[in-house]
């Protein structure tokens, strides 16, 4: 069997060093005992493409996923049994939606990120019916696969366009009509909330006459940070260590090393 170079490229790029030191920042119990549906997590990865993806975009953060709850959380039957079918999963697993290189957008449970430095990014404006919506939308993406060369577009993006040869320019810009075949998380999760209107990042200009008027931005556009940024999403935090007395930092227990 021959190997296309693309499988030897998405091996090459998930690639983690096995120093990797795994983070102990985050309390994972309570973050899944707070966690809500459509709450979207933030992960920092390790992996090459993850690398990549802090170069661009300047941020900590590499890697997004949304949270949809226990199968008793969805509310639609057909739906609840393509995530089974996506996942052999018990009824009171906790369970996320990624896209994710080598993998394409599935299932998994929450616990995967346990030993991860994780943040909550939470819409609290969100209705039921609509979280039940951006729910349906991303479990609609199962099966689809991961875009390499959206990271990579996006990282030209950023570079003046001037420099480089028409041919090695961005095509984040591009229309891509009827469904889409490959996505990334970031732009996934977007989609999914602006599907309901739901702003995250949103251009906001005044009209003639005062009012706000609202545009939605390019989904494709959209990293990871950009849920930590948007004011419309709450930051919640859950460290391993609570400073909720005064003066309890003087008393963790540092060590000279």
Known sequence: MILSPKYYLRKWLMYEPESSVHSMLSDFDRIMFEIRPCDILLLEGRSRISNVIRMVTQS???HACVYIGRLHDINNPL???RVKESYACSPDEQLIIESILGEG???KPAST?????????????L??????AVISFVIGRLGIDYD???VLDLARF?????????KWRSTLFHKHPGKPTQQICSSMLAEAFMSVNYPILPIIKHTKSRKLKFLQRNHRLFTPSDFDYSPFFEIIKYPIVELKQQS??????WVDE
Not at 248 to 253: A, S
């Open 60 to 62: 900590p953060w590499t």
């Open 127 to 132: 209705s039921r019916e609509d979280s039940q």
């Open 113 to 125: 990120y346990k030993k991860e430095h994780i943040r909550i990014c939470r819409p609290n404006a």
């Open 148 to 150: 390499i060369r959206h």
């Open 79 to 81: 739906l609840r049994k």
């Open 248 to 253: 309890i930092y003087k008393n963790l227990p």
């Open 105 to 107: 957008t599935v299932v």
């Open 158 to 166: 950023l570079m003046p366009w001037g420099i480089l040869p028409r």
